[in-house]
Protein backbone atom coordinates (compact mmCIF):
# COMPACT_ATOMS: atom_id res chain seq x y z
CA UNK A 1 0.00 0.00 0.00
CA UNK A 2 1.04 3.56 -1.17
CA UNK A 3 1.02 5.90 2.20
CA UNK A 4 2.81 8.26 0.61
CA UNK A 5 0.12 10.38 -1.00
CA UNK A 6 -0.04 13.47 1.17
CA UNK A 7 2.11 14.69 3.67
CA UNK A 8 0.63 15.24 7.55
CA UNK A 9 2.78 18.03 8.92
CA UNK A 10 2.88 19.72 12.78
CA UNK A 11 0.80 22.52 11.83
CA UNK A 12 -2.23 20.36 10.28
CA UNK A 13 -2.31 18.59 13.83
CA UNK A 14 -2.17 22.22 15.36
CA UNK A 15 -5.57 22.29 16.01
CA UNK A 16 -8.55 19.72 15.47
CA UNK A 17 -8.87 16.86 13.40
CA UNK A 18 -12.31 15.35 12.07
CA UNK A 19 -11.26 12.15 9.63
CA UNK A 20 -15.35 11.48 8.48
CA UNK A 21 -17.68 13.45 7.60
CA UNK A 22 -20.05 14.48 4.80
CA UNK A 23 -21.20 16.99 2.14
CA UNK A 24 -23.54 17.56 -0.31
CA UNK A 25 -21.89 14.98 -2.80
CA UNK A 26 -23.55 12.19 -0.55
CA UNK A 27 -25.92 12.71 2.37
CA UNK A 28 -24.93 16.01 3.80
CA UNK A 29 -26.54 19.07 3.43
CA UNK A 30 -23.25 21.59 3.24
CA UNK A 31 -22.02 21.74 0.37
CA UNK A 32 -18.27 20.79 0.40
CA UNK A 33 -17.00 24.37 0.49
CA UNK A 34 -19.48 25.41 3.51
CA UNK A 35 -18.53 22.14 5.40
CA UNK A 36 -14.81 23.34 5.03
CA UNK A 37 -15.56 26.71 6.51
CA UNK A 38 -17.83 25.75 9.03
CA UNK A 39 -14.92 22.86 10.13
CA UNK A 40 -12.40 26.54 9.73
CA UNK A 41 -14.83 27.60 12.57
CA UNK A 42 -14.52 24.84 15.06
CA UNK A 43 -11.37 24.61 14.74
CA UNK A 44 -10.39 21.63 12.16
CA UNK A 45 -6.73 21.87 10.79
CA UNK A 46 -7.08 17.99 9.54
CA UNK A 47 -10.01 17.16 7.54
CA UNK A 48 -11.19 14.20 5.52
CA UNK A 49 -13.91 15.12 3.40
CA UNK A 50 -15.71 11.06 3.30
CA UNK A 51 -18.69 11.43 1.26
CA UNK A 52 -20.66 7.74 0.50
CA UNK A 53 -19.14 5.76 -2.59
CA UNK A 54 -18.21 8.91 -4.13
CA UNK A 55 -15.14 11.69 -4.38
CA UNK A 56 -17.64 13.99 -6.29
CA UNK A 57 -16.66 16.76 -3.69
CA UNK A 58 -12.56 16.50 -3.44
CA UNK A 59 -11.88 19.22 -5.64
CA UNK A 60 -14.22 21.55 -4.30
CA UNK A 61 -13.56 20.31 -0.88
CA UNK A 62 -9.54 20.74 -1.40
CA UNK A 63 -9.65 24.40 -3.20
CA UNK A 64 -11.70 26.20 -0.06
CA UNK A 65 -9.44 24.07 2.31
CA UNK A 66 -6.58 26.21 0.73
CA UNK A 67 -8.03 28.99 1.20
CA UNK A 68 -8.60 28.60 4.38
CA UNK A 69 -5.19 27.18 5.50
CA UNK A 70 -6.51 23.50 6.49
CA UNK A 71 -5.11 20.47 5.28
CA UNK A 72 -7.47 18.34 3.38
CA UNK A 73 -7.07 14.53 3.36
CA UNK A 74 -9.05 13.20 -0.19
CA UNK A 75 -11.35 10.58 1.56
CA UNK A 76 -14.44 7.91 0.58
CA UNK A 77 -16.80 5.96 2.97
CA UNK A 78 -17.53 2.69 1.09
CA UNK A 79 -19.92 0.39 1.55
CA UNK A 80 -19.09 -2.84 2.10
CA UNK A 81 -20.47 -6.42 2.69
CA UNK A 82 -19.39 -8.74 5.21
CA UNK A 83 -21.11 -12.07 5.41
CA UNK A 84 -25.26 -10.85 5.56
CA UNK A 85 -24.03 -7.27 6.94
CA UNK A 86 -23.75 -4.22 5.82
CA UNK A 87 -20.09 -2.32 6.91
CA UNK A 88 -18.53 0.98 5.95
CA UNK A 89 -15.15 0.91 5.54
CA UNK A 90 -13.61 4.70 4.92
CA UNK A 91 -10.52 5.14 2.68
CA UNK A 92 -8.52 8.05 3.88
CA UNK A 93 -5.61 9.85 1.82
CA UNK A 94 -6.99 8.08 -1.92
CA UNK A 95 -6.11 8.55 -5.23
CA UNK A 96 -9.12 10.17 -6.77
CA UNK A 97 -7.97 9.69 -9.86
CA UNK A 98 -6.87 6.07 -9.73
CA UNK A 99 -8.73 3.29 -11.97
CA UNK A 100 -9.18 0.83 -8.51
CA UNK A 101 -10.92 3.72 -6.87
CA UNK A 102 -13.35 4.80 -9.97
CA UNK A 103 -14.25 0.98 -10.43
CA UNK A 104 -15.27 0.59 -6.87
CA UNK A 105 -17.63 3.55 -7.25
CA UNK A 106 -18.74 2.95 -10.27
CA UNK A 107 -20.23 -0.52 -9.17
CA UNK A 108 -21.50 1.31 -6.03
CA UNK A 109 -23.73 3.56 -8.48
CA UNK A 110 -25.47 1.13 -10.07
CA UNK A 111 -26.17 -0.46 -6.82
CA UNK A 112 -27.19 2.97 -5.10
CA UNK A 113 -29.54 3.27 -8.35
CA UNK A 114 -31.02 -0.02 -8.17
CA UNK A 115 -31.95 0.69 -4.63
CA UNK A 116 -32.98 3.80 -4.88
CA UNK A 117 -36.19 2.54 -7.65
CA UNK A 118 -36.93 -0.21 -5.26
CA UNK A 119 -37.15 1.84 -1.74
CA UNK A 120 -39.48 4.26 -4.02
CA UNK A 121 -41.82 1.41 -5.44
CA UNK A 122 -42.13 0.22 -1.53
CA UNK A 123 -43.22 3.90 -1.13
CA UNK A 124 -45.56 4.15 -3.67
CA UNK A 125 -47.25 1.10 -3.10
CA UNK A 126 -47.93 2.63 0.80
CA UNK A 127 -49.50 5.65 -0.62
CA UNK A 128 -46.46 8.09 -1.17
CA UNK A 129 -47.26 9.67 -4.47
CA UNK A 130 -43.63 10.88 -6.03
CA UNK A 131 -41.60 9.55 -3.91
CA UNK A 132 -38.55 9.03 -6.57
CA UNK A 133 -39.02 12.42 -8.48
CA UNK A 134 -38.47 14.57 -5.01
CA UNK A 135 -35.70 11.78 -3.49
CA UNK A 136 -33.93 12.83 -6.88
CA UNK A 137 -34.73 16.60 -6.61
CA UNK A 138 -32.86 16.75 -3.11
CA UNK A 139 -30.26 14.83 -4.36
CA UNK A 140 -29.13 17.52 -6.83
CA UNK A 141 -27.70 14.97 -9.48
CA UNK A 142 -25.49 13.07 -6.94
CA UNK A 143 -26.46 9.44 -5.88
CA UNK A 144 -29.62 8.83 -4.42
CA UNK A 145 -29.44 7.67 -0.98
CA UNK A 146 -32.58 7.06 2.23
CA UNK A 147 -31.65 10.40 3.31
CA UNK A 148 -32.85 12.18 0.73
CA UNK A 149 -36.53 9.97 0.91
CA UNK A 150 -36.54 11.09 4.69
CA UNK A 151 -35.76 14.74 3.59
CA UNK A 152 -38.36 14.70 1.07
CA UNK A 153 -40.83 12.84 3.22
CA UNK A 154 -40.46 15.68 6.00
CA UNK A 155 -40.76 18.26 3.17
CA UNK A 156 -44.28 16.24 2.50
CA UNK A 157 -45.15 16.80 5.54
CA UNK A 158 -45.43 12.94 5.63
CA UNK A 159 -43.13 13.03 8.91
CA UNK A 160 -41.76 15.38 11.04
CA UNK A 161 -38.61 14.73 11.04
CA UNK A 162 -35.64 12.46 9.48
CA UNK A 163 -35.69 10.49 12.62
CA UNK A 164 -39.48 9.27 12.27
CA UNK A 165 -38.55 8.55 8.78
CA UNK A 166 -36.19 5.92 9.07
CA UNK A 167 -38.07 4.63 12.27
CA UNK A 168 -41.22 4.44 10.58
CA UNK A 169 -39.75 3.53 6.94
CA UNK A 170 -36.57 3.66 6.30
CA UNK A 171 -34.51 2.01 8.89
CA UNK A 172 -33.28 -1.61 9.42
CA UNK A 173 -36.70 -4.01 9.13
CA UNK A 174 -38.76 -1.00 7.50
CA UNK A 175 -40.25 -1.03 3.90
CA UNK A 176 -37.12 1.47 2.47
CA UNK A 177 -34.36 -1.33 3.73
CA UNK A 178 -33.97 -2.83 0.66
CA UNK A 179 -31.35 -5.71 0.46
CA UNK A 180 -28.40 -5.06 -1.62
CA UNK A 181 -25.11 -6.97 -3.05
CA UNK A 182 -22.55 -4.37 -1.67
CA UNK A 183 -19.00 -5.77 -2.46
CA UNK A 184 -17.11 -7.80 0.31
CA UNK A 185 -15.14 -6.77 2.49
CA UNK A 186 -11.83 -7.46 1.12
CA UNK A 187 -12.83 -6.38 -2.44
CA UNK A 188 -13.34 -2.96 -0.83
CA UNK A 189 -10.05 -2.98 1.61
CA UNK A 190 -8.47 -3.84 -1.70
CA UNK A 191 -9.42 -0.98 -3.72
CA UNK A 192 -8.70 1.39 -0.88
CA UNK A 193 -5.43 0.04 -0.99
CA UNK A 194 -5.22 -0.05 -4.97
CA UNK A 195 -5.60 3.93 -4.59
CA UNK A 196 -2.99 4.19 -2.53
CA UNK A 197 -5.58 4.64 0.81
CA UNK A 198 -5.43 3.74 4.24
CA UNK A 199 -8.67 1.47 4.98
CA UNK A 200 -10.62 2.37 8.42
CA UNK A 201 -13.04 0.58 9.75
CA UNK A 202 -15.95 3.19 10.40
CA UNK A 203 -18.31 3.51 13.58
CA UNK A 204 -17.79 0.16 14.43
CA UNK A 205 -19.91 0.91 17.53
CA UNK A 206 -23.16 2.02 15.07
CA UNK A 207 -23.55 -1.83 13.62
CA UNK A 208 -25.35 -3.05 17.03
CA UNK A 209 -22.71 -6.23 17.17
CA UNK A 210 -21.95 -8.54 20.60
CA UNK A 211 -18.45 -8.02 21.37
CA UNK A 212 -18.09 -11.45 20.63
CA UNK A 213 -19.42 -10.64 16.68
CA UNK A 214 -17.76 -7.22 17.19
CA UNK A 215 -14.28 -8.59 17.71
CA UNK A 216 -14.99 -10.85 14.82
CA UNK A 217 -15.62 -8.31 12.57
CA UNK A 218 -12.03 -6.13 13.44
CA UNK A 219 -10.42 -9.49 12.89
CA UNK A 220 -11.62 -10.37 9.77
CA UNK A 221 -11.06 -6.49 8.53
CA UNK A 222 -7.52 -6.87 9.78
CA UNK A 223 -6.96 -9.90 8.04
CA UNK A 224 -8.13 -8.73 4.58
CA UNK A 225 -5.45 -6.18 5.15
CA UNK A 226 -7.28 -3.24 7.26
CA UNK A 227 -5.13 -0.67 8.47
CA UNK A 228 -7.34 1.16 11.28
CA UNK A 229 -10.50 1.86 13.26
CA UNK A 230 -12.52 4.36 13.88
CA UNK A 231 -12.00 4.46 17.95
CA UNK A 232 -14.00 7.55 18.83
CA UNK A 233 -17.08 8.44 16.08
CA UNK A 234 -19.20 11.29 17.05
CA UNK A 235 -20.48 11.56 20.75
CA UNK A 236 -19.49 9.07 22.74
CA UNK A 237 -19.07 7.32 25.91
CA UNK A 238 -15.49 7.09 27.03
CA UNK A 239 -16.47 3.15 28.36
CA UNK A 240 -17.21 2.52 24.72
CA UNK A 241 -14.42 3.95 23.34
CA UNK A 242 -12.39 1.64 26.05
CA UNK A 243 -14.10 -1.25 24.65
CA UNK A 244 -13.00 -0.31 20.98
CA UNK A 245 -9.63 -0.25 22.30
CA UNK A 246 -9.29 -3.44 23.95
CA UNK A 247 -10.73 -5.35 21.26
CA UNK A 248 -8.29 -3.69 19.04
CA UNK A 249 -5.52 -4.78 20.94
CA UNK A 250 -7.10 -8.52 20.96
CA UNK A 251 -6.71 -8.39 17.47
CA UNK A 252 -2.93 -7.40 17.13
CA UNK A 253 -2.14 -9.94 19.57
CA UNK A 254 -0.32 -12.38 18.43
CA UNK A 255 -0.54 -12.05 14.96
CA UNK A 256 1.66 -15.29 13.18
CA UNK A 257 1.67 -13.06 9.98
CA UNK A 258 3.04 -10.61 12.03
CA UNK A 259 1.02 -7.81 10.33
CA UNK A 260 1.28 -4.11 12.01
CA UNK A 261 -1.93 -3.31 14.64
CA UNK A 262 -4.93 -2.14 13.77
CA UNK A 263 -4.32 1.93 14.23
CA UNK A 264 -6.86 4.30 15.31
CA UNK A 265 -8.64 7.28 13.59
CA UNK A 266 -12.19 9.17 14.35
CA UNK A 267 -14.01 11.66 13.39
CA UNK A 268 -17.63 13.17 14.01
CA UNK A 269 -19.54 11.75 10.61
CA UNK A 270 -21.29 14.83 10.39
CA UNK A 271 -23.86 15.32 8.21
CA UNK A 272 -25.68 18.67 9.16
CA UNK A 273 -25.48 21.07 11.80
CA UNK A 274 -28.74 20.26 13.44
CA UNK A 275 -26.88 17.31 14.71
CA UNK A 276 -24.68 18.46 17.55
CA UNK A 277 -23.68 15.14 18.97
CA UNK A 278 -22.09 14.47 15.03
CA UNK A 279 -20.32 18.25 15.26
CA UNK A 280 -17.66 18.80 13.08
CA UNK A 281 -13.85 18.95 15.31
CA UNK A 282 -15.82 17.46 18.44
CA UNK A 283 -13.82 14.07 18.42
CA UNK A 284 -10.86 13.40 20.00
CA UNK A 285 -8.37 10.41 20.30
CA UNK A 286 -7.82 8.91 23.60
CA UNK A 287 -4.20 9.60 25.16
CA UNK A 288 -2.19 6.72 24.10
CA UNK A 289 -3.43 6.13 20.66
CA UNK A 290 -1.78 5.33 17.68
CA UNK A 291 -3.16 7.32 15.31
CA UNK A 292 -3.64 6.64 11.63
CA UNK A 293 -2.19 10.16 10.29
CA UNK A 294 1.13 8.59 11.45
CA UNK A 295 1.18 6.61 8.57
CA UNK A 296 1.36 10.52 6.64
CA UNK A 297 4.16 11.85 9.04
CA UNK A 298 7.13 13.01 7.39
Same mark, same amino acid.
Given at each position: ?? +??????????????????????????????????????????????? +??????????? &??????????????????????????? /?????????????????????? $??? *?????????????????????? %???? =??????????? =????????????????????? $????????????????? +??????????? &???? /????? $???? +?????????????????????? $???????? *???????? @?????????????????????? @??????? =????? /????? %??????????
Amino acid at each position: MD +TARLLVTDNALSGQVDLHCHSTASDGILSPAALVSRAKSAGVTLLAL +TDHDTVAGIDA &ASAAAAEAGITLLPGIELTARWGRRVV /HIVGLNVDCASDALATAISERA $GLR *RQRAREIAQRLEKRGFRGAYEG %ARAL =AGGDEIGRPHF =ARWMVAEGHVSDTAKAFKRYL $GQGKIGDVSVPWPELGA +TVAAIHGAGGA &AVLA /HPLKY $GLTR +TRLLALLKDFHGVGGDAAEVVC $GQQNPVQT *REIQSLMA @QVAAPDPAHKPRLLASLGSDFH @QPEQPWR =ALGSV /HLPAG %ADPVWSLWQG
